[in-house]
């Protein structure tokens, strides 16, 4: 079964730089599309944005673009989340997650059938 | 961009009721739905996907309907485990949005 492992926990000053991780054990990373989610303790939901590293094609969000960026790297199975700027409005808890291939594992209208275990942000000055 | 509302927001109920969410999306995405359970602490297991198709080894009390603007998650005999924060997503077109969330609590 495929898993997500997310990195750990991080307590980040304001304004600095952060770049957080979701390895894919399995084969299927360069086949499927990797979501990120960010979800604020206590509230929602909220889509971030995607990431297909077969070919890198990457969207985001209109509330995220610019404040984040989504890479990959096939030769570790891994997405990343990165910050260049940190705001305290950026503690949340970010999950990754796979789309299924109910469509076709290289179409995005996939929902999100395996989940990382999230990954704690904190920016607190 | 396509905006989901959910309703109600919150609901309380008893195990055993039938449980009915709602989620409206702002303009049509024909099937292209999917529906997800959050237990507290717990992340995301998606439900249903494509309206009404039921996410392998969930509960057959579960199902979904809908196409269009207008679609509804029913929870027929609610378990103790059910009580959860249910979501919807729309899967039409970027960015797919999720619905605010319906946290079903415990009467």
């Known amino acids: 079964e495929v898993q997500l492992v997310q990195s750990g926990p991080e307590v980040k000053k304001p304004g600095e730089s952060l770049r957080i991780s979701c390895q894919e054990s399995?084969?299927?990373?360069?086949?499927?599309?990797f979501t990120w989610v960010r979800q604020i303790p206590g509230k929602g939901l909220e889509w971030v944005g995607i990431i297909f590293p077969g070919d890198f094609d990457t969207r985001y969000s209109p509330s995220f673009e610019g404040q984040v960026t989504i890479s990959a790297d096939r030769s570790v199975a891994t997405t990343y989340l990165h910050w260049s700027n940190l705001k305290p409005s950026d503690t949340a808890i970010y999950y990754c997650?796979?789309?299924?291939?109910?469509?076709?594992?290289?179409?995005?209208?996939?929902?999100?059938?395996?989940w990382g275990q999230g990954t704690l942000v904190t920016v607190s000055s | 961009d396509i905006q989901l509302t959910q309703a109600p927001p919150f609901l309380s109920a008893s195990v055993g009721d039938r449980v009915t969410i709602t989620c409206r999306a702002s303009?049509?995405?024909?099937?292209?739905i999917a529906w997800y359970q959050q237990r507290p602490g717990q992340t995301p297991k998606l439900l249903i996907y494509a309206a009404s198709t039921l996410q392998s080894a969930v509960p057959s009390r579960f199902s979904g309907s809908g196409s269009g603007t207008e679609f509804t998650l029913t929870i027929n005999g609610l378990q103790p485990e059910d009580f959860a924060t249910y979501y919807c997503?729309?899967?039409?077109?970027?960015?797919?949005?999720f619905g605010q969330g319906t946290k079903v609590e415990i009467k």
């Open positions: 997650a796979r789309g299924a291939d109910f469509y076709g594992s290289g179409s995005p209208y996939n929902p999100l059938d395996q």
């Open positions: 997503q729309q899967l039409h077109s970027s960015p797919y949005s």
């Open positions: 303009q049509g995405i024909t099937r292209y």
């Open positions: 399995g084969d299927s990373f360069t086949t499927h599309w």
